[in-house]
């Protein structure tokens, strides 16, 4: 890690001079750390004190101390919530796992005209969600969508339907929407790491004359482990709060079928103005994030050496 | 000759997955200047004469206004993180510090954070200080997830830069802020543009805090296109239109920062 110590950076004489040398870095941090302290603590602080309040109707009452939590607890929509997020993440994250490190793969055994195509994958990532959800919406809503109408509809394999509007499909429709505009980016991040790493051991292999699946699992895999662990556990934590393309395209219905919890937390707030309890199940959520948060870190910075 | 067959095979394969990709994008290119009548015709109609009307609607409807809104949300925001968070973002990568650690895993904290979670304080805040539905309101909630952001990304920039300049400097005599802005400020230049441009792009795709916090007259692009859905159904060629707008910056970002992107979006743990 680089660091100039104080000593290397001031020269002695202005330090001994004056105590303000070993101040300067906090200086530098002092307005990002303010603005940060306004706009992130102070919101989490005024949550936890939601949570343990009487908050209906954006009015705050009484100290109820844990019944919020007692209540979101008991309610089947919290564990529901849980559900439909731990299905999106454990089925959506794996597949775009796969298919990033297979197209990680190709793109790195020799695919031509890269500088054009490797921009042209990042377009789905970039998107605006809403964009991505109407984009989707076109393709594969009622049976007029494109691909729902000449695909599904004509074969007579969905009815008159709507996959959105479908108990059993909607969440597989959502998943596959994630998967599309998050499986090239897996892709693209994988490449990269593939991209750095050292070439010395692939030439010692080469001399061996050991085979492609060999060289894989004993030298690609084992130097990527650190990189994919770092890149999966974020995707992990942006999935989890997945919001703006269920909320364009099912808005958790049909039903509850597809409320994660952050629409959950939405619907309690601004549509049944839930607060104390919303703010109970936004702090929980928070919470863990936190812990998934650190690891993503302690990863990161001492397996990747990145931070 | 077997390495040129294996690279032409993985060549089409990738070019194929690209297509298929993006082949919903370039639908919905298509619908901008498509009638109203095929637009969902059935049996899909691939031919059409191309019409204008859906652009005529979409500056009718004032979304030329949303789309300034957005601009200059988006610009203003961008330019406030980037004069807060680079000297934190330098003083993360070069100084040690008390609880350094600890100040940095709450930066990234408030990067992960959901957005969901943040909004609900943030509203009941906002209706009680005014700022609700303002230009100030949301350029403060937008510094949530950009500024954290930038600085975390900023910060592996900084680290990249040889420290032995900064040294030199400092044996001239040159005091900090010297050396900040004569050294250091003219080498992360391409590091700042990269990650203030995603910051940038991050602002404009935002649905939540704009839908919430704003939405009247404070209203986003991506906010405004609810707007195309009247009471005689949606008006999808318009949608396009508004859609592909939106997507013009992105497009613009994706060819020129392809290789700091992958940086950008692992927040600096892999370098692209």
Known sequence: MSVITETAVAPARERRRSGRGVWYPYLLIAPTMITLVLVSLVPFVYAIYLSFHKAKYGRVGDFIGFDNYAKLLADPQFWNSLKVAGLFVGIAVPIEFMIGLGGALILNAGVRGRSVLVPLLFIPTMMAPVVVGLLWKIMLAGSWGLISYNLLERFGWLGDQSIFASPDLALYALMFVDIWQWSPFMMLAFFAGLQALPLGPYRAAAVDGASTLRVFFKITLPMMIPLLAVIGLLRLIDAFKVFDTIFILTGGGPGVATQSPSVLAYKMTFEFWNIGEASALAVLVWAAFFVFCNVFYQIAKKKLNAF | ?272
């Open chain 2, 1 to 272: 000759m077997n390495a040129n067959k294996t690279s032409l095979l993985w060549t089409t394969v990738a070019v194929l997955y690209a297509l298929v990709l993006l082949f919903p994008v370039l639908w919905m290119a298509t619908m901008m200047v498509k009638p109203a009548d095929v637009m969902f015709a059935r049996p899909t109609e691939f031919l059409f004469t191309p019409t204008l009307a859906n652009f005529d609607y979409v500056i009718a409807e004032g979304f030329a206004w949303n789309l300034l809104t957005s601009f200059v949300l988006c610009t203003v925001s961008t330019v406030l993180v980037v004069l807060i968070g680079t000297p934190a973002a330098y003083a993360f990568a070069r100084f040690e510090m008390k609880g350094k650690d600890d100040l940095f895993l709450f930066i990234l904290a408030s990067r992960m954070g959901p957005p969901v979670c943040l909004v609900i304080p943030f509203y009941l805040i906002f209706t009680k200080v005014g700022l609700l539905d303002t230009f100030a309101g949301l350029t403060l909630a937008y510094m949530t997830f950009n500024l954290s952001f930038y600085v975390w990304v900023l910060r592996s920039f900084c680290r990249d830069l040889p420290v032995e300049l900064e040294e030199a400097a400092a044996l001239e005599g040159w005091s900090r802020p010297q050396i900040f802005m004569r050294v250091v400020f003219p080498l992360l230049r391409n590091g700042i543009v990269a990650t203030a441009v995603l910051c940038f792009i991050f602002a404009w795709n935002e649905f939540l805090f704009a839908f919430m916090l704003g939405g009247d007259r404070i209203q986003t692009l991506p906010v405004a296109i609810p707007k195309l859905i009247t009471a005689q159904g949606v008006r999808w060629g318009e949608v396009a239109v508004v859609g592909i707008v939106a997507l013009l910056p992105v497009l613009a970002v994706v060819l020129l920062l392809q290789r700091h992107i992958v940086r950008g979006l692992t927040l600096g743990a892999v370098k692209g």
